[in-house]
């Protein structure tokens, strides 16, 4: 699911759906169920400062999640959108790329990889998903 509350206009949400239905599909060990919440820098930042103490916006935080009366919950991603599109702008390329970008690093951590304690493992894995899944997007 992925909730756009502020509606942002430029974000084609059922195409980041499908993308991501197809993403998660490889990636997940077992069908799992994935929250993705697209939000402006000031909730983004009220995220950063509550559960990580960095009282700043950052562009994705990813929160791990478990079993659930419904099944396995792969967990939720939260994307900040004005970030994102800042860092899409200085990299040349589409939000709509930026944004998978994210997910991918998001959906990662909530597969329970982290770059900062790994010895660069998240990020060759992250390379090679980037390569096959992001090739046909600006």
Known sequence: VVQNPRRYQSIDRSALEDWLALFVA??????ASL????VG???MQEFNRQFRGKDAP???LSFPGGESAEGHHLGDVII????ARQ???????STQRELR??????VLHCLGHDHEVDSGEMEQLES???RRWLADVD
Do not use: I, M, W
């Not at 490889?26 to 069908?31: D, N, S």
């Not at 860092?87 to 390329?93: D, V």
């Not at 970008?101 to 998001?106: A, D, I, T």
């Open 58 to 60: 950052t562009d994705v």
């Open 80 to 83: 900040s959108v004005p970030t």
């Open 101 to 106: 970008l994210l997910l991918v690093h998001g």
């Open 87 to 93: 860092q899409a702008e200085s990299r040349g390329h």
């Open 128 to 130: 090679d998903l980037r």
């Open 26 to 31: 490889e990636v997940a060990p077992r069908p």
């Open 41 to 43: 820098d000031e909730e």
């Open 35 to 38: 929250g993705v919440r697209l």
